[in-house]
């Protein structure tokens, strides 16, 4: 199988994964889906909410940041003022031949639509050179306040969450007494009307942020920008990310984006390619001189201690929650084998989630369906889901529901069987190394607690 091949079978199996044990949908999908648009099934929904939850702890419990969640509609001069109405736009030209649409910088990554060239594979459209001429395509998605839809009454979808941290700035510092340097964190929706949107939960329209600001004095910015790099990456590893699999990437100087004067990525290799989990930038002091200018409102920090008055460099930390719940995803995602009742072994697929981001704890198995052992599994798990998510299965062979189990990336499957009706005892399985132990009912919690939360 050709390279290419191999790399698209993998994230078909993850695709189907996804879909069969209940992580994420296709969006609207009775109705042939929306380009571009996912919804988190019930273990995505947990997987995602571990991962935020993950970031937050991380970012916020500690003495110098501070957490805010800012409304997604906001005062259009916030993005005049921000750059965004002038300068967030794609090159966007046509194929002449298939109708399709593409960003001019990626057209090496796309491909025709295939009914332009009906009994012929489809072709890059480079390789046909005719498209129209680039034009620039603003990615805000524009929507009215009120009932009267008129220019005055334009406002935007949020296309990053950064902005409601700066204009929050001096509401933040003011109550909270924050001395420099000290940071805002936030988690929240974005929206940008991607050209092309691709590669599973990569590109999207709709989207979650996690980003963190840090406001600094002008003369500490390289040393907290080494600071967040580091804090960053190891964040992932941390979490059970694989080494090998995450790079920096700087941006050269003649890409950076207007606000920068510094950027770096951290990137993992997807089995697409390498692509952009998160960005680490110093952004100067250009948001805040911005808002300033724009608002009337002086973004400024005064010094108790030198008396000066000035306003702060920012270094911000920008991730992003749907590519980190993919990165995390694929990276868990391993096929090895496993033994069978008979003795033989047979394919195994499963998540090796890092315990704490796993949408289940733990799994509940009744041996059989009689003799008591439904009520026992049942108590146990009325009292394990006081503390964390536990899952409940009593159909089918229990070699079976351990594969199911793995697929889901649940750390630990627990059988109750005839024995623990005698001494209180129960079977626990790890899933990554698949050893069975046997403990005491009144163990099973602290057991799960220690390597989960």
């Not at 970012?59 to 259009?76: K, N, Q």
Request: a neutral charge; charged letters at 30%; hydrophobic letters at 35%.
């Amino acid at each position: 199988m050709a390279k290419n091949e191999v790399k698209n079978d993998i994230m078909d199996k993850i695709v189907s994964l996804s879909k069969r044990r209940g992580f994420v949908f296709q969006s609207s999908e009775i109705y042939g889906g929306l380009n571009g648009c996912w919804d988190y099934g019930p273990l995505g929904v947990e997987l995602l909410n571990n991962i935020k939850l993950a970031w937050w702890k991380t970012m916020t419990y500690r003495d110098d940041i501070e957490g805010l969640d800012a409304s997604i509609l906001m005062h259009p001069k916030v993005w005049e003022a921000s750059g965004h109405i002038a300068n967030f736009t794609d090159p966007m030209i046509d194929c002449k031949e298939c109708k399709a649409r593409f960003r001019a910088d990626q057209i090496e990554d796309c491909e025709c639509g295939s009914r332009a060239y009906k009994g012929r594979k489809a072709i890059k459209c480079f390789e046909e050179g005719k498209f129209t001429e680039a034009r620039q395509f603003n990615l805000m998605f524009k929507t009215f306040i009120g009932a009267i839809e008129s220019e005055d009454a334009v406002v935007y979808l949020r296309p990053e969450t950064a902005q409601g941290i700066y204009v929050n700035f001096l509401n933040v510092k003011d109550s909270t007494r924050q001395k420099l340097p000290f940071g805002i964190a936030q988690i929240g929706k974005a929206f940008r009307n991607e050209i092309n949107t691709r590669n599973f939960l990569f590109r999207t329209r709709e989207f979650e942020q996690m980003e963190m600001q840090y406001f600094i004095r002008p003369e500490d910015d390289e040393k907290w920008y080494e600071y967040w790099k580091e804090q960053r990456i190891n964040w992932y590893f941390e979490h059970g990310m694989k080494k090998e699999k995450l790079n920096f990437v700087p941006h050269p100087a003649d890409k950076l984006a207007h606000y920068a004067k510094a950027a770096i990525d951290i990137e993992y290799q997807f089995p697409f390619g390498w692509g952009e989990l998160e960005g680490i930038h110093n952004r100067g002091n250009y948001d805040l001189t911005q808002h300033t200018q724009f608002s009337g409102k002086k973004m400024e920090y005064f010094d108790d201690q030198t008396k000066e008055r000035f306003i702060p460099n920012v270094i911000e930390t920008s991730a992003g929650a749907s590519r980190s719940f993919m990165a995390f995803l694929t990276d868990a995602y391993e096929e090895d084998e496993a033994p069978t009742a008979d003795g033989k072994v047979e394919k195994r697929t499963v998540l090796r989630l890092h315990p704490k981001l796993a949408p289940l704890k733990c799994a509940i198995f009744p041996l059989v369906n009689k003799d008591g052992l439904q009520e026992v599994s049942k108590n146990i798990v009325s009292d394990l889901q006081k503390s964390f998510k536990v899952f409940y299965d009593e159909s089918g062979a229990v070699g079976r529901r351990y594969r199911r189990q793995d697929e889901c990336g649940t750390p630990f499957c627990v059988t109750i069987d005839y024995d623990t009706i005698k001494d209180n005892t129960v079977t626990i399985r790890d899933r990554d190394s698949m050893k069975q132990e046997r403990i005491g009912i009144d163990r099973i919690k602290e057991y799960v607690m220690l390597k989960v939360l």
